[in-house]
Nanobody, 121 residues
Framework: QVQLVESGGGSVQAGGSLRLSCAASGSTYCMAWFRQAPGKEREGVAIMNTGGIGTYYADSVKGRFTISQDIAKKTVYLQMNSLKPEDTAMYYC?????????????????WGQGTQVTVSS
């Protein structure tokens, strides 16, 4: 079992930045960030193969969000720049998909509790 703990959410004005962190209790091979706004389905934002093979981004965040990791700390980050009101959502960290790169939440084995991001216009 791997436990994931997110932090770094908050409220920011449009155009601002936030950095989310996800600390894992053990080794993982695939880490991802998802988000879910009220009344909407959970959607993938960014995925990283922790072996360094690749990173993937949703079209809606390309060029604005960056996923990165600190291997020693077993921590994955999501740097979010140029935030927009439509980025407002609960952000979840997920780990170890059946196939890394999958955008389906059903494929991920472990989930954090979520951290709220609110962007005001």
């Amino acid at each position: 079992q791997v436990q994931l703990v997110e932090s770094g959410g908050g409220s920011v004005q449009a155009g601002g930045s936030l950095r989310l962190s996800c600390a894992a209790s053990g080794s993982t091979y695939c880490m991802a960030w998802f988000r879910q706004a009220p009344g909407k389905e959970r959607e993938g934002v960014a995925i990283m193969n922790t072996g360094g093979i690749g990173t993937y981004y949703a079209d809606s965040v390309k060029g604005r969000f960056t996923i990165s990791q600190d291997i020693a700390k077993k921590t994955v980050y999501l740097q979010m720049n140029s935030l927009k009101p439509e980025d407002t959502a609960m952000y979840y960290c997920a780990a170890d998909a059946l196939r890394c790169g999958s955008w389906s939440p059903l494929n991920y084995n472990y989930w954090g509790q979520g951290t709220q991001v609110t962007v005001s216009s």
